[in-house]
């Protein structure tokens, strides 16, 4: 009896200790880019640990440093938030109304658009690059907020997913609603909506991920100063801004501390509607 007590003690010591280890693998890259943030620019990229740590590479993307040069990152960072919670709100929006009408709804062609969209989902974005930046052109939308949000104020992933989770709902809830008297709108936002909070978490901290992080979509759309993302004022510092790594890496904590802030306030809920979608 002790000496299988002190197997199983040992065993799990040992897993413990293997699954710190890859834990820290998999952190590390991040903790490496906020440690070298915060360094003193004398041991940036020179010591896995920092000893001397400074404010410096952020004060030195506000005020321009030496170049005397500020960028706007301040507005960069006001229209990243913008355009990703407009288009992640769209994306969610339209996601679930055409998800309920291919669950729940029967009409002729449901079963032809169903498979189109699993189709396009599998269809590389970049074949239409060329053809929807020349109709944001035709549209006077270049340069706008029209350009950034509605391009990508539809998600077909989110579509996917609800409808999924949708067909999985019982139709005995939705015929008694309809018996009280309710219409397909109210079904879908008093029953439908609530009942799926645990997969609305996932696809929004998804759909919010992607938008943030997008950077292709935003160079080729945006000119101006002042309609400029956070991610693509981060890129173009890698060229004539190459030389000063300590902003970089301060430049990519903050994009990355939003995702991390909302990871942290909507974790349980991710969880849940992970384990859901794994169903």
Same mark, same amino acid.
Request: glycine content about 6%; overall charge neutral.
């Given at each position: 009896m002790v000496g299988s007590k002190r197997s199983r003690k040992s065993s799990l010591a040992i897993r413990y200790i293997i699954a710190g280890v890859l834990l820290l693998v998999m952190v590390y890259p991040y903790l490496? %880019?906020?440690? @070298?943030? $915060?360094?003193?620019?004398?041991? &940036?990229?020179?010591?896995?640990?920092?000893?001397?740590?400074?404010?410096?590479?952020?004060?030195?993307?506000?005020?321009?440093?030496?170049?005397?040069i500020t960028r706007p990152w301040l507005g960069a960072f006001v229209n990243s938030i913008i355009v990703s919670l407009l288009s992640t709100f769209l994306?969610?929006?339209?996601?679930?109304?055409?998800?309920?009408?291919?669950?729940?709804?029967?009409?002729?062609?449901?079963?032809?658009?169903?498979?189109?969209?699993?189709?396009?989902?599998?269809?590389?974005?970049?074949?239409?690059?060329?053809?929807?930046?020349?109709?944001?052109?035709?549209?006077?939308?270049?340069?706008?907020?029209?350009?950034?949000?509605?391009p990508k104020?539809?998600?077909?992933?989110?579509?996917? %997913?609800?409808? @999924?989770? $949708?067909?999985?709902?019982?139709? &005995?809830?939705?015929?008694?609603?309809?018996?009280?008297?309710?219409?397909?709108f109210q079904i879908l936002y008093k029953i439908m909506m609530p009942m799926s909070k645990?997969?609305?978490?996932?696809?929004?901290?998804?759909?919010?991920?992607?938008?943030?992080?997008?950077?292709?979509?935003?160079?080729?759309?945006?000119?101006?100063?002042?309609?400029?993302?956070?991610?693509v004022l981060l890129s173009q510092m890698f060229g004539p801004y190459g030389s000063y790594p300590g902003p970089l890496y301060a430049g990519s904590v903050l994009l990355s501390l939003p995702i991390i802030i909302l990871f942290i306030i909507f974790g349980k809920n991710f969880q849940k509607g992970m384990q859901v979608s794994l169903k």
């Open positions: 490496y %880019m906020v440690l @070298n943030s $915060f360094a003193d620019w004398t041991q &940036v990229d020179r010591k896995l640990i920092p000893s001397s740590y400074t404010l410096k590479s952020y004060t030195w993307l506000f005020t321009g440093g030496e170049t005397g994306m969610m929006m339209f996601g679930v109304m055409v998800a309920y009408a291919l669950s729940k709804l029967k009409w002729r062609g449901r079963d032809t658009v169903n498979n189109f969209i699993l189709f396009h989902m599998f269809f590389p974005a970049i074949i239409l690059l060329i053809p929807s930046f020349l109709i944001i052109q035709k549209l006077g939308w270049y340069d706008t907020y029209w350009a950034l949000i509605i104020g539809v998600s077909l992933w989110a579509i996917f %997913m609800y409808t @999924n989770f $949708f067909k999985a709902v019982p139709s &005995v809830f939705i015929e008694a609603a309809k018996l009280d008297g309710a219409r397909d645990s997969i609305t978490s996932v696809v929004f901290l998804f759909l919010l991920m992607e938008r943030w992080t997008e950077l292709l979509w935003d160079m080729i759309m945006v000119r101006s100063d002042g309609m400029l993302t956070l991610n």
